[in-house]
Structure formats: C-alpha cells, structure tokens
C-alpha cells in the first residue's frame, strides 16, 4: 500500500472515499473524500476534502489535502488543457476546486461554471469527465461545456435546452432530461445519455435525438474498444448499440445503479457502491478480483493513456494496469494491521 496506518490517520480517517483521478503521467492521484452521513445532521451538508497524492515524492511528502465546506456531489478528473496537468473538482452548483503545477495550489476558480440560461432554469452539474483528452461539464437539461482554460468553460455547440423546460408549461422535472454521462469514439462520434431514455449522437457538426427502447432514467455510456456503445440504467439494467438500434441485455437487477462503465484490458467494467463488475458475453459477473479490490470499488477512472483503470470507493482505492491490480490503501487492512 502507498501508505501506512499514520498517514491514514492524518489524511484519509474519518471520512469515505467518494471517487478519484489518476494524471501527470501517471504518477499522481487525487481523490474525494467525504464526511460519513452518520455524522451529518439532516439539513446539513457533508464536509469534502480532496486528497493529493504524488507518487514522486518520498512517502515522507507524498501527501496533501485541502478541506472544502458547502460543496455538494463532487466529481473529479484530470487532463490537459492548454499544455497545462491538471486536476478539476466540480461539484453540482458548478464551483471548480482546481490544482496544477503553475500555480501549485489547491484553490476555487472564479469564474465557476455558470449552469443558468433562463432567470428561473439552472442545470445542475452531474459529473466532470475527460474524453478524448479532454475536460467537459455534463450536466442536466442536456448541457455539456468545454473547458478551454482556467476560469473558461464553453458550451458544446449545436446543443439545446429541452423545449419542454424553456416553455415552463408542462410539470416536467430536471431529472427528466439528460445529461448524466458522455463518451466518444472520436470527435465526430459523441454520445450523451441521461434523463428518461435520453440518448444524443453528435457527428462532429450537428447533435441527433436516438431512438431508444426505454424511459427510465439512464447512468452510463461506454463508447468501448469493440465498437459497440453500453448503456447502463435505473438498477444496472444495461444496453448495446448505436444510432437507432439497441438491444437490452440485462434487467436491472442491483440494489443501486452502476456510477461508471469503462472499457478496459478488452472488456467492459462495471462499478456500484458495492461491488465491480465486468461483462462476460452478455452477462454481468463480478469481477474476478481480490476481496480486498472489492472493498474499495466505487467509481473508475482511466488514465489518459488509457494502461490504467482506477476504482476508488468507500474503503479505500485500487489500481489495475490490465494484467494485475495493486490496492493502493484499504481501511480494513490498515485498521487491522495497525
């Protein structure tokens, strides 16, 4: 592990480990970590503290962490963007907590990310994700911004609000409209999902609605290595395809829906709260891992290089490099062995 029992003590202990990113050429992590809502009162919010790992350094110096209050569903990532490493924290309200090696510190960018088109109508911010190298914002009411430089997010183009909700004359919900996830097989092969059965292709001009076979509320998308799209929703259920044509290939059958699907070492991974998966054929097995990899399943992130899958998740966080995994920390082990 890449750590021991007092420096666990000192960065990671009372809090659950909510995601992470791993970038600069690999050598550095970063990840979210969360107050437990056990010690959260009902109206309040849980205090973040994302936690700065640079492999580099002696163990001595490998860590930092920077404590943030009033930041709600935090996701993170990393890229490049302008020639510049970085990793981004956004959280829904769209408030960035940013680092990179230029300024060489963690702080909040202002501007933040602006989600408002209308004076009553914000989307909230679902996730920061980097594909094809680079950094979006994808949000609710089919909403993806580009980041373009410190303080600077553009909207994807050719993309725009549900008419549903511009009108205000219907009841609808933000939750009806995607988007939760995006991925692509190139710039000029983009999907977005979310919402009810909310599928969007982009062909690198112009955005079309997808016809697909179902309303409940969708996750995840994979553009995968086989060329094949993977939807994911409500529960796990999961589907193949493109375009128009899709087929369903498992029920939702899961306690709770799957946070990520990644494409890695020829296969597809699956991630929950509780457990990792991968895709045998057309069906979803638990992943043939350690114990101790599933005690820290959560979400999954690819490098940028894509020869490493981390899976970061309550107990702590593990590292794949497509032959044999590493746990890189683990509550219970670390707890046990003290």
Known sequence: MILNKTQWDQFIDGYHVRGGAIGFDNSRYCFILQQPDSEVE??????????Y??????PERRFFRVGFSGVEYVSIAAGTTGGIDEFIGVDMRGTIMTYNDVVDKVGLEDPGITTRWRHDRSAPVNRVKRVNGK???ICQDRRILERKGTGQWNEFPALERPAERISGDTKVMMHDFGFSDMDAFSETDLYA??????VWQYNG?????CNFPSKESLETVCCSGNGEVYVSGTMGSLWVGRGDEWTRIT???YI???????WFAGKLWLANDYALYTLEGNVILPA???PSVQLTTGKLSLSSDNSQLLSAGKHGASLFDGTSWQVLFNALEINTNQ
């Open 193 to 198: 999902v979310g919402g009810g059965g909310d």
């Open 135 to 137: 950094l979006y914002a």
């Open 205 to 209: 001009s112009a955005w079309r609605h």
């Open 288 to 290: 043939d891992v350690d």
């Open 256 to 262: 709770v829906s799957f946070n990520d699907t990644v």
């Open 251 to 253: 029920e939702g059958k």
């Open 42 to 51: 009902l109206d309040e919010i849980p205090l973040i503290r994302l936690l």
């Open 53 to 58: 790992v640079r492999m580099e350094r002696p």
